[in-house]
């Protein structure tokens, strides 16, 4: 082995050095908070979402008859890792008559959460196709008044 090799391929082993070691400890840890910054707004985006979610899917888990997403040792790891996304989760749906807080920090969901949700999306994605059809339709029209002047 030379001196300033990175590794060790003697006897059928590699052993790697301090340095090889860092570098491959501070890209894991480059992609890992790539890979967060990534996904967190995402998820952030979702808790206001008209939609049946991530964040819905989370809660539905979590619930056995009701939520407790106030701070303490007792949440999951679910819970305390989402709490924040959690709590906008449940106010929105509150909105909706959805969810209700019982208790602070204890929150319930109506078992039509799902249905009512995927009802939502779904109407509002008929309506942002007759818009989208409408406007085509309208621009046509007004390419049309602009070659005849």
Not at 31 to 51: C, D, G, H, Q
Not at 105 to 113: I, K, T
């Amino acid at each position: 082995m030379t001196a300033g090799s990175s590794s060790s391929i003697s006897q059928g082993t590699i052993s790697p050095t301090a340095s090889a070691i860092g570098q491959v400890s501070w890209s894991r840890w480059n992609w890992i908070t790539r890979a967060r910054s990534n996904f967190r707004p995402k998820l952030w985006s979702e808790v206001e979402a008209e939609r049946w979610t991530q964040h819905d899917k989370m809660l539905q888990t979590e619930q056995r008859g009701i939520i407790d997403l106030g701070p303490g040792e007792g949440a999951t790891y679910l819970v305390r890792e989402n709490r924040g996304l959690m709590i906008g989760r449940v106010k929105h749906l509150e909105r909706y008559g959805l969810a209700n807080e019982v208790e602070p920090g204890r929150w319930g969901v109506s078992d039509r959460a799902e249905g009512s949700l995927t009802e939502l999306s779904e109407r509002n994605d008929v309506i942002k196709t007759v818009i989208r059809r409408a406007l085509a339709r309208w621009a046509n029209v007004w390419v049309e008044k602009l070659e005849m002047h």
